[in-house]
């Protein structure tokens, strides 16, 4: 019986043949290659949106975190974050639904704030220096289309008085005469807004006024958080977004807090926002002690609730949105167990 001939080895094959072999086994694994880094680029991807959808935060590297806040009842629209100092690796914030920027509104008002005690910073119970009200912040005191605060040419009212009638009541004109008392112009100061929030990271992030009535003044629930972990390390600022009321800058009466939110306990603040691009907006603070007595400040912020609806309708959805946020987080910073959390220092205000 004839046995046939063994094929050639690839050394006794001519040398276009042994160069074609060569560059199929190439190409077949760089298809397996590019096969795998596919899997794993999509597997990659499928942790980041389970993570900005299910309330966990996606880590550096794209790492998703943990924290006290990763299950909580967000809000059926929109987006929010929460963070609680002192919990989590790193200080990692718990961020739900899509990250794009969004109206948001009189929120805009806590990085007037922001960079106007940056500015001019003041301590304690310092009021400031005196602010002489312009003619054009009068004139807007009795615009029906906006949320303004009534004041009279020639005023002067102290800085602190000014944060107040801003920050309390929401006034728009005051912002507006805040911005130009600190920069010469409003877009020159909107400028400085949008640099701090640069310096901030908060890269989602654009301000094209000082009072928030712009619709194309936009951010995220997770660019905002930042802001609000910097600003409530300002004792005025907290001292002045938990004020219940204001006293009015004509007359004898008090102008109430926009944050009905305030009426929940342990909440010390922080800002509303509403229009009809944005909806209702809410930067909110809550002081939770957890079973060892220890204080943990958290902070929230929900945007874009029943946008295109209407201003009322909007508050009326944020608040309900906030309100159920800030009890289950006072809830759990209540219940934690101190050994889980020793090991994690509280953030410096």
């Not at 929900?302 to 009890?327: I, K, M, N, W, Y």
Request: net charge positive; glycine share 10%.
């Amino acid at each position: 019986m004839r046995v046939p001939p063994a094929p050639p080895s690839d050394s006794r094959l001519p040398h276009s043949l042994r160069r074609r072999s060569a560059l199929l086994a190439a190409g077949a694994t760089a298809l397996v290659t590019l096969v795998t880094l596919g899997s794993v680029l999509v597997a990659r991807g499928a942790v980041d949106d389970a993570a900005s959808t299910a309330g966990v935060d996606s880590g550096p590297g794209g790492r998703p975190g943990t924290s006290l806040t990763a299950s909580l009842p967000w809000p059926d629209e929109g987006q929010a974050a929460v963070l609680v100092e002192g919990f989590g690796p790193r200080g990692a914030p718990s961020v739900h639904g899509p990250r794009r920027p969004v109206p948001i509104a009189s929120v805009t008002k806590v990085m007037t704030a922001y960079v106007v005690l940056r500015d001019h910073p003041l301590r304690g119970d310092a009021s400031g220096p005196l602010v002489t009200v312009d003619e054009q912040a009068a004139n807007e005191s009795f615009s029906g289309a906006e949320s303004t605060v009534e004041v009279r040419r020639g005023q002067r009212l102290s800085q602190r008085r000014l944060l107040e009638l801003m920050l309390v009541p929401s006034g728009n004109n005051i912002a507006r005469l805040l911005a130009r008392w600190d920069a010469g112009l409003q877009k020159a100061f909107v400028a400085r807004m949008n640099r701090a929030a640069e310096d901030l990271g908060m890269d989602h992030t654009t301000y094209t006024g000082a009072s928030g009535i712009e619709p194309t003044t936009t951010s995220t629930a997770a660019d905002q958080l930042k802001l609000a972990r910097q600003v409530m390390r300002d004792d005025v600022f907290r001292s002045v977004v938990s004020l219940p009321r204001t006293a009015a800058a004509v007359g004898s009466g008090t102008i109430p807090n926009s944050n009905e939110l305030l009426n929940t306990p342990g909440v010390t603040g922080i800002k509303t926002g509403s229009s009809t691009p944005a909806g209702g907006a809410l930067m909110w603070a809550v002081d939770a002690a957890d079973r060892s007595g220890r204080r943990h400040l958290a902070l929230g912020v929900v945007l874009h609730q029943s946008a295109g609806t209407g201003p009322q309708q909007g508050l009326r959805t944020v608040f309900d949105a906030g309100r159920a946020l800030v009890e289950r987080v006072r809830q759990q910073v209540s219940a934690a167990d101190p050994a889980t959390t020793s090991g994690i220092p509280s953030e410096t205000r």
